[in-house]
């Protein structure tokens, strides 16, 4: 029994028909990577969404989260710690400070600078968030075996690497 071309082949064999000049072989992992990409990214809202939060505001919550106590931070270290941009950086803790998820303030020392702070409510939708999200992703990889999400996750990891070294090098040389 042979398994069901998926879109990702089809849209293969039709380019080997149409262009059998052009080595269309790499759709097979890009291809497969970005449509999974956004198929997942759909089961992931779906938790954010019953929380109240969009993805970005998700992450903005799990950056301030994840620095411990008193759970600040300022602007620009959250665009370091997230998967935000700094440019939506401010939308959205604009849209969690309308939430009462987060408050802004002037840091210690220097009223130029401003720090975003988590608010107990926030603390508490984005713990119960975090919870089902967690489980969420454990679901989601349970399509895998144990043995091939090690493995993909190390790939994935090296993969990364490669793109995500040089932004870091030109992110610090901006900064300086």
Do not use: C, Y
């Not at 969404?49 to 931070?73: N, T, Y």
């Not at 309308?98 to 220097?110: I, M, P, Q, S, Y």
């Not at 990891?157 to 070294?165: C, K």
Request: net charge neutral.
């Amino acid at each position: 029994m042979s398994v069901p071309k998926d879109r990702v082949a089809r849209i293969q064999a039709e380019w080997a028909r149409e262009r059998p000049d052009v080595d269309v072989s790499p759709q097979g992992v890009i291809g497969r990577l970005h449509r999974l990409a956004g198929l997942l990214t759909e089961e992931l809202r779906v938790v954010f969404r019953r929380h109240g939060l969009g993805e970005g505001e998700f992450d903005v919550l799990a950056a301030l989260r994840r620095a411990g106590e008193p759970f600040e931070r300022a602007p620009g270290e959250l665009a370091l710690h997230t998967m935000v941009t700094t440019g939506a950086i401010t939308k959205r803790i604009d849209r969690l400070e309308r939430d009462g998820l987060v408050t802004r303030r002037a840091a210690e020392g220097d009223a130029r600078r401003r720090v975003v702070a988590l608010t107990d409510a926030g603390r508490d939708v984005f713990d119960q968030a975090f919870g089902e999200h967690m489980a969420n992703e454990r679901r989601l990889l349970a399509a895998l075996s144990p043995a091939d999400a090690r493995a993909l996750e190390s790939i994935l990891t090296g993969w990364l690497a490669h793109f995500e070294a040089p932004r870091v090098v030109r992110d610090r040389e901006a900064a300086d």
